[in-house]
């Protein structure tokens, strides 16, 4: 007998540290880790391939953002956008980066190709914030058109 409550309570300590350890793993070690116009970009790409507009939302810059021109919002801007993969990350100086873009169009559309767009972004308070959104334009396919 207690041979079994010994056992029970090694097995009970054993599986609390293991989800304590997985909890530190997934959980306190990405906040501890700093903010990189890379990672910021990554997560916005990640949002909208999810269609999670709100986390999106969240790597904006809380200054006045800038979207594209024509655009009134965020939701707007991404409507017919079904995936966004990051092509290449450029930091000018210690705050400022510009995320090259690949936006690709939702099946719906008639287009050929994936837009080339950008995504730029400014350190603001040790954290980078993406401050302008501009999807770029899609190419027409005449020969499906």
């Given at each position: 007998?207690?041979?079994?409550?010994?056992?029970?309570?090694?097995?009970?300590?054993?599986?609390?540290?293991?989800?304590?350890?997985?909890?530190?793993?997934?959980?306190?070690?990405?906040?501890?880790?700093?903010?990189t116009?890379?990672?910021?970009?990554?997560?916005?790409?990640?949002?909208?391939?999810?269609?999670?507009?709100?986390?999106?939302?969240?790597?904006?810059?809380?200054?006045?953002?800038?979207?594209?021109?024509?655009?009134?919002?965020?939701?707007?801007?991404?409507?017919?956008?079904?995936?966004?993969?990051?092509?290449?990350?450029?930091?000018?100086?210690?705050?400022?980066?510009?995320?090259?873009t690949?936006?690709?169009?939702?099946?719906?559309?008639?287009?050929?190709?994936?837009?080339?767009?950008?995504?730029?972004?400014?350190?603001?308070?040790?954290?980078?914030?993406?401050?302008?959104?501009?999807p770029?334009?899609?190419?027409?396919?005449?020969?499906?058109?």
């Amino acid at each position: 007998m207690k041979n079994k409550r010994m056992a029970f309570w090694i097995a009970l300590g054993s599986g609390s540290l293991l989800i304590l350890l997985v909890a530190i793993y997934f959980i306190v070690l990405p906040l501890l880790q700093p903010s990189t116009p890379q990672r910021t970009a990554q997560s916005f790409c990640d949002a909208v391939n999810t269609g999670d507009l709100h986390r999106a939302y969240g790597q904006l810059s809380q200054e006045p953002y800038v979207l594209d021109p024509n655009e009134a919002s965020l939701d707007h801007t991404m409507q017919n956008v079904a995936h966004c993969t990051i092509r290449s990350v450029k930091q000018s100086d210690a705050t400022h980066a510009v995320a090259s873009t690949s936006f690709g169009p939702r099946p719906h559309l008639e287009f050929s190709a994936a837009a080339i767009g950008y995504l730029s972004m400014d350190l603001e308070n040790g954290t980078w914030k993406i401050t302008e959104v501009v999807p770029g334009v899609y190419a027409v396919d005449v020969a499906a058109a």
